[in-house]
């Protein structure tokens, strides 16, 4: 299985500050890639697919980037709704797995 | 729009079944094939199983493997997941997921199976 890990696990930022989300692949997933935002009791929000691409209705200000192995969450400009947590997944091989998540606080 | 609601969840004793439902609809349901996810309480997201639109191929997390079966009814527009042998580690909300390919578009807004005796 491919193994995904998120650094850091908690992240601590203000309003309009700009913040960065690594994924790690245990082996090369070349570009297959997804970034979601989750909030409490909700499901989650496709934000990023194919590593860079920005899914419809999405703020520009979250973008995503890396191929291989690594891989970034870029948010630009923190806002209010902005603070929750992220996940990546990687869908080159079954079974598909997630990062472990990256909660995003307010400082 | 597209709208994916889950059902079936529910207080089950270790060992017995459950079966889980996802209704669809706004889409084409027989075009996409759809996924389960899981989120134990407190915990991350965890990919489930797989169906394809046709049902020809159906994939399993190892956890669930030899438990658990994916199917689909396309002239109903349902999705389903039988559960057997329940473990206390299947606790969790279920999510129902569509996608074009592999990331997840769509979601539900999930069914609490809590196994407990």
């Known amino acids: 299985d491919i193994h995904m890990t998120q650094s850091p696990s908690t992240l601590s930022a203000s309003v309009g500050d700009g913040v960065t989300i690594t994924c790690r692949a245990s082996?090369?997933?070349?570009?297959?890639l997804a970034w979601y935002q989750q909030k409490p009791g909700k499901a989650p929000k496709l934000l990023i697919y194919?590593?860079?691409s920005l899914e419809s209705g999405v703020p520009s200000r979250f973008s995503g980037s890396g191929s291989g192995t690594e891989f970034t969450l870029t948010i630009s400009g923190l806002q209010p709704d902005d603070f929750a947590t992220y996940y990546c997944?990687?869908?080159?091989?079954?079974?598909?797995?997630f990062g472990q998540g990256t909660k995003l606080e307010i400082k | 729009q597209v709208q994916l609601v889950e059902s079936g969840g529910g207080v089950v004793q270790p060992g017995r079944s459950l079966r889980l439902s996802c209704a669809a609809s706004g889409f084409t349901f027989s075009s996409y094939g759809m996924h389960w996810v899981r989120q134990a309480p407190g915990k991350g997201l965890e990919w489930v199983a797989v169906?394809?639109?046709?049902?020809?191929?159906?994939y399993y997390a190892d956890p669930v493997k030899g438990r658990f079966t994916i199917s689909r009814d396309n002239s109903k527009n349902t999705l389903y997941l039988q559960m057997n042998s329940l473990r206390a580690d299947d606790t969790a909300v279920y999510y129902c997921?569509?996608?074009?390919?592999?990331?997840?578009?769509?979601w539900g807004q999930g069914t609490l199976v809590t196994v407990s005796s």
């Open positions: 082996q090369s997933i070349i570009g297959w």
């Open positions: 997944q990687q869908y080159h091989t079954y079974p598909y797995t």
């Open positions: 169906i394809s639109n046709d049902e020809t191929k159906k």
């Open positions: 997921a569509k996608g074009p390919v592999g990331h997840f578009e769509n």
């Open positions: 194919k590593a860079s």
